[in-house]
């Protein structure tokens, strides 16, 4: 069983604070390559030894998953991730950020479709992208595509991000008539995805209207789609609940714990919010 850290869970990042009190982040993460040829998610996260970018532009973490059905997954999903990380920490003290998330998404977007066109042969490629931040005690969020966003607060799990797949158009099929929700929930084309990067432009993407409030013990959790097409919410909070050193490590191996024949790679990253 082999795991891949960006960099290793538990590192605190100490002396950051907001004009009222200390509030500590505690970031972790895992990733593995299920039962999958080829790793196609990616992420990354704020340098945690520049103190000074931490402070005026908060803690950035990005997650993307490459589409396995198009070609070149693991450069799009990559390529996504670098760009963006790269955008953002362009971001000029006061600018606002959720005004930074938004450009680093359509400059990662441009990034991945020209990445298309770079070479020979045209390829079809795409990722689905979401992104996190922290700054002082409030939660920024961008997405594209159907990897997830959830926040765990007082054993209680919410979705903060919305899957962009056809089943919303199903429903809104069955909400005016034109078919059952029996042929909602049998249709193939259910679970495809109707916006990622790589497309000319984003169809659909989701961003926090207003900065979250976060509260003591919250954690954030970044997922890409082989943790909750394997763990029910129950099983991701009855996880969450054992308040481990590592959420995200213990996340996934509970996933792969499930030995599911096709297992999907899975990466979750965690970001645990304390204010004292």
Request: proline letters at 3%; aromatic letters at 8%; a negative charge.
């Given at each position: 069983?082999?795991?891949?850290?960006?960099?290793?869970?538990?590192?605190?990042?100490?002396?950051?604070?907001?004009?009222?009190?200390?509030?500590?982040?505690?970031?972790?993460?895992?990733?593995?390559?299920?039962?999958?040829?080829?790793?196609?998610?990616?992420?990354?996260?704020?340098?945690?030894?520049?103190?000074?970018?931490?402070?005026?532009?908060?803690?950035?973490?990005?997650?993307?998953?490459?589409?396995?059905?198009?070609?070149?997954?693991?450069?799009?999903?990559?390529k996504a991730v670098q760009v963006f990380m790269r955008e953002y920490c362009r971001k000029?003290?006061?600018?606002?950020?959720n005004d930074a998330l938004w450009r680093a998404l359509k400059v990662a977007n441009t990034?991945?479709?020209?990445?298309?066109?770079?070479?020979?042969?045209?390829?079809?490629?795409?990722?689905?992208?979401?992104?996190?931040?922290?700054?002082?005690?409030?939660?920024?969020?961008?997405?594209?595509?159907?990897?997830?966003?959830?926040?765990?607060?007082?054993?209680?799990?919410?979705?903060?991000?919305?899957?962009?797949?056809?089943?919303?158009?199903?429903?809104?099929?069955?909400?005016?008539?034109?078919?059952?929700?029996?042929?909602?929930?049998?249709?193939?084309?259910?679970?495809?995805?109707?916006?990622?990067?790589?497309?000319?432009?984003?169809?659909?993407?989701?961003?926090?209207?207003?900065?979250?409030?976060?509260?003591?013990?919250?954690?954030?959790?970044?997922?890409?789609?082989?943790?909750?097409?394997?763990?029910?919410?129950?099983?991701?909070?009855?996880?969450?609940?054992?308040?481990?050193?590592?959420?995200?490590?213990?996340?996934?191996?509970?996933?792969?714990?499930?030995?599911?024949?096709?297992?999907?790679?899975?990466?979750?990253?965690?970001?645990?919010?304390?204010?004292?």
């Amino acid at each position: 069983m082999i795991f891949q850290f960006f960099k290793l869970g538990g590192e605190i990042i100490d002396n950051y604070t907001t004009s009222n009190s200390a509030v500590k982040i505690i970031p972790a993460n895992c990733q593995h390559i299920g039962k999958r040829k080829n790793q196609e998610d990616a992420f990354a996260l704020s340098d945690f030894s520049d103190r000074e970018a931490i402070v005026n532009n908060g803690l950035l973490a990005v997650v993307a998953d490459g589409m396995g059905g198009l070609s070149c997954g693991d450069e799009a999903s990559l390529k996504a991730v670098q760009v963006f990380m790269r955008e953002y920490c362009r971001k000029e003290n006061g600018d606002p950020i959720n005004d930074a998330l938004w450009r680093a998404l359509k400059v990662a977007n441009t990034a991945v479709f020209d990445l298309a066109f770079d070479g020979i042969e045209e390829k079809e490629l795409g990722t689905t992208l979401i992104a996190a931040v922290i700054d002082k005690d409030k939660l920024y969020w961008v997405s594209a595509g159907d990897s997830r966003i959830y926040l765990f607060r007082e054993e209680n799990l919410q979705q903060l991000t919305r899957d962009h797949i056809y089943g919303n158009h199903l429903q809104l099929d069955v909400a005016s008539g034109r078919i059952s929700q029996k042929e909602a929930d049998n249709h193939p084309e259910r679970s495809h995805l109707t916006s990622y990067l790589g497309l000319m432009e984003l169809p659909e993407t989701d961003q926090c209207a207003q900065p979250l409030p976060l509260q003591n013990k919250d954690v954030v959790i970044l997922s890409t789609d082989g943790l909750y097409d394997t763990l029910s919410e129950s099983e991701i909070i009855a996880t969450l609940k054992k308040e481990s050193d590592n959420p995200a490590e213990e996340l996934v191996k509970e996933a792969l714990a499930r030995n599911k024949k096709y297992q999907d790679n899975i990466t979750v990253v965690t970001l645990s919010f304390f204010d004292s």
